[in-house]
């Protein structure tokens, strides 16, 4: 299993990021996906996740300003945050949603950075 994230970038706050990620060597369609995000010093953290079927969840501290979908056709996930914080400064990465039982290597994560 293959998994690149990519999209990241310096932002200042209250600004938008769209990250991508590709999977291969998976059969993508029928994994749940999630996004994590590990900031300095912290443990890493799922912040959002897709169900094969397209059903979302976010975690609390980005509902309503995360949005997660997927491209099974492009074997691609991806995470649309919008009203940026300094506290989403982060690298952010792509797996399976592990909270179904399902993990694997971590790839290259993006790095974010959000400035005040």
């Known amino acids: 299993v293959q998994l690149q994230a990519f999209g990241g970038g310096l932002v200042q706050a209250g600004g938008s990021l769209r990250l991508s990620c590709v999977a291969s060597?998976?059969?993508?369609?029928?994994?749940?996906m999630g996004w994590y995000r590990q900031a300095p010093g912290k443990q890493r953290e799922l912040v959002a996740s897709?169900?094969?079927?397209?059903?979302?969840t976010y975690s609390d501290s980005v509902k309503g300003r995360f949005t997660i979908s997927r491209d099974n056709g492009k074997n691609s996930v991806y995470l649309q945050m919008n009203s940026l914080k300094p506290e989403d400064t982060a690298v952010y990465y792509c797996?399976?949603?592990?909270?179904?039982?399902?993990?694997?290597?971590w790839g290259q994560g993006t790095l974010v950075t959000v400035s005040s």
């Open positions: 060597g998976i059969t993508f369609s029928i994994y749940a």
């Open positions: 797996n399976a949603d592990r909270t179904y039982g399902v993990s694997w290597p």
């Open positions: 897709i169900s094969s079927g397209g059903r979302t």
